[in-house]
């Protein structure tokens, strides 16, 4: 079962800069889509960025511009730079392996945890 632990939420100010790890266990890491969601209290889960396992990056509105993802397959690791943050920008931040299918066997949708992000203004 694959199992992913997020890392490095906190509490910073407006326009700093934060940096999300999401290390993911299993043996198919590099060929997994990854993304990060986020949510805010009161509103939906909503997508911020995806990779897939070629490296192509798909952002949502919010998170253009600003925010960063990648991979480190070396390291099962997948990695969200936030800069220029907003306090709009708060919210538990969720690390998504998409489901694949790899040698016969169906890996369904996983999520991490989550982490928490909270911008002061």
């Known amino acids: 079962q694959v199992q992913l632990v997020e890392s490095g939420g906190g509490l910073v100010q407006a326009g700093e800069s934060l940096r999300l790890s999401c290390v993911v266990s299993?043996?198919?890491?590099?060929?997994?889509?990854m993304g990060w969601y986020r949510q805010a209290p009161g509103k939906p889960r909503e997508l911020v960025a995806v990779?897939?396992?070629?490296?192509?990056?798909n952002y949502g509105d919010s998170a253009k511009g600003r925010f960063t993802i990648s991979r480190d397959n070396a390291k099962n690791t997948v990695y969200l730079q936030m800069n220029s943050l907003k306090p709009e920008d708060t919210g538990v931040y969720y690390c998504?392996?998409?489901?694949?299918?790899?040698?016969?066997?169906?890996?369904?949708?996983?999520w991490g945890q989550g982490t928490q992000v909270t911008i002061s203004s």
């Open positions: 998504n392996a998409k489901p694949t299918s790899f040698r016969g066997t169906y890996y369904p949708d996983s």
């Open positions: 990779i897939s396992g070629d490296g192509s990056t």
């Open positions: 299993g043996r198919i890491f590099s060929n997994r889509a």
